[in-house]
């Protein structure tokens, strides 16, 4: 997939790769650090294996008041702990793809995460930057 629309960004958390791996595929943590300020997230699938899919919901408030954004796809590529490639799609815009890669670095893991279909500076990026600040607050506890 081309990269000129493409989110681009990279994060190191003071955590061992597995503890981000766990965060990435377990339903219950990823609801807790997943989405942008305020945001609430409901996990309704997370079958993570190569043609598992995944359902997300989430609840933002918004100036016009309540929005549910249902995302859906399918993991194409599961390497435990190193690598997840998903689709994502929300309603009716086109399918999207997400790759995270976790480097390890002893105690501490570096998080390569490229959305491919969104471009950089668009809100998507802006939601997953909030997504990592809440995901290292969440590892911080």
């Known amino acids: ?13 003071d955590a061992p790769r597995a503890v981000l791996w766990r965060m990435w595929t377990d339903p219950q943590e990823f609801a807790a650090w997943y989405g942008p300020d305020g945001a609430t997230v409901d996990v309704r699938e997370m079958d993570v294996r190569p043609g598992g899919r995944r359902a997300v919901s989430m609840h933002v408030e918004t100036p016009q008041g309540p929005m549910t954004m249902e995302f859906v796809g399918v993991y194409r590529e599961v390497d435990p702990p190193a690598r997840l490639v998903y689709t994502e799609a929300v309603a009716s815009h086109p399918e999207t793809v997400v790759e995270v890669e976790l480097r390890d670095d002893g105690d501490r893991t570096t998080v ?12 998507g990026e802006a939601g997953w930057t909030m997504a990592l600040d809440h995901l290292q607050a969440r590892l911080a506890t």
Do not use: E, K, N, Q
């Open 112 to 123: 390569v995460l490229t959305h491919h279909g969104i471009p950089a500076g668009s809100p």
């Open 1 to 13: 997939m081309s990269t000129d629309t493409a989110v681009h960004l990279t994060r190191t958390f």
